[in-house]
T-cell receptor, first 109, second 115 residues
Framework: EDQVTQSPEALRLQEGESSSLNCSYTVSGLRGLFWYRQDPGKGPEFLFTLYSAGEEKEKERLKATLTKKESFLHITAPKPEDSATYLCAVQSNDYKLSFGAGTTVTVRA | DADVTQTPRNRITKTGKRIMLECSQTKGHDRMYWYRQDPGLGLRLIYYSFDVKDINKGEISDGYSVSRQAQAKFSLSLESAIPNQTALYFC??????????????FGPGTRLTVT
């Protein structure tokens, strides 16, 4: 059974204070690892897909990296608008995403 | 207009009542999914449909049923609601033929409370 563990559960940052979120996974055969952003009262919004170890993707202040056992989401010089819950998910077959519980990031001005 | 819409957005119902949650999409995707989200547990798959004639159970289908009325519409029903079905419910879609074939796109969610 695929398993995804995200840490920490919550992260409080000062504006401009860079940090990283961790997503550890066990999967029978990785087709893709996904990062989503979820704002309160809204559905998850797609950020990145990573397919193989060593791959990196960037979007504004966010950078996602992938190894064979974990993925990191780096937030560089965060702003208050980066406050959200970040979800990690893995896909090992044709349809099913297995999600972690998420990391809630709060960025104070 | 949003690509994936869900109705209602909020619903309070009583134990034993039947309730239907509806999802519509304008993305033209064949695949649709229903998830529930509970605090600390992440999203869990209830049902999924690859096309109108192909419906499958997910990991937590007990107590739920679905109907795929058209490519664009996928409804989730709770035949006899119970309090532990109180959760946030999300519909999602994906396109198996697209460039990003594994990505799923989510609706805004329905907050369901069963008293």
């Amino acid at each position: 059974e695929d398993q995804v563990t995200q840490s920490p559960e919550a992260l409080r940052l000062q504006e401009g204070e860079s940090s990283s979120l961790n997503c550890s996974y066990t999967v029978s055969g990785l087709r893709g690892l996904f990062w989503y952003r979820q704002d309160p009262g809204k559905g998850p919004e797609f950020l990145f897909t990573l397919y193989s170890a060593g791959e990196e993707k960037e979007k504004e202040r966010l950078k996602a990296t992938l190894t064979k056992k974990e993925s990191f989401l780096h937030i560089t010089a965060p702003k208050p608008e980066d406050s959200a819950t970040y979800l990690c998910a893995v896909q090992s077959n044709d349809y099913k995403l297995s999600f972690g519980a998420g990391t809630t990031v709060t960025v104070r001005a | 207009d949003a690509d994936v819409t869900q109705t209602p957005r909020n619903r309070i119902t009583k134990t034993g009542k039947r309730i239907m949650l509806e999802c519509s999409q304008t993305k033209g995707h064949d695949r649709m999914y229903w998830y529930r989200q509970d605090p600390g547990l992440g999203l869990r798959l209830i049902y999924y449909s690859f096309d109108v004639k192909d419906i499958n159970k997910g990991e937590i289908s007990d107590g739920y049923s679905v109907s795929r009325q058209a490519q664009a519409k996928f409804s989730l029903s709770l035949e006899s609601a119970i309090p532990n079905q109180t959760a946030l419910y999300f519909c999602a879609t994906s396109d198996p033929h697209g460039v990003n074939s594994y990505e799923q796109y989510f609706g805004p969610g329905t907050r369901l409370t069963v008293t």
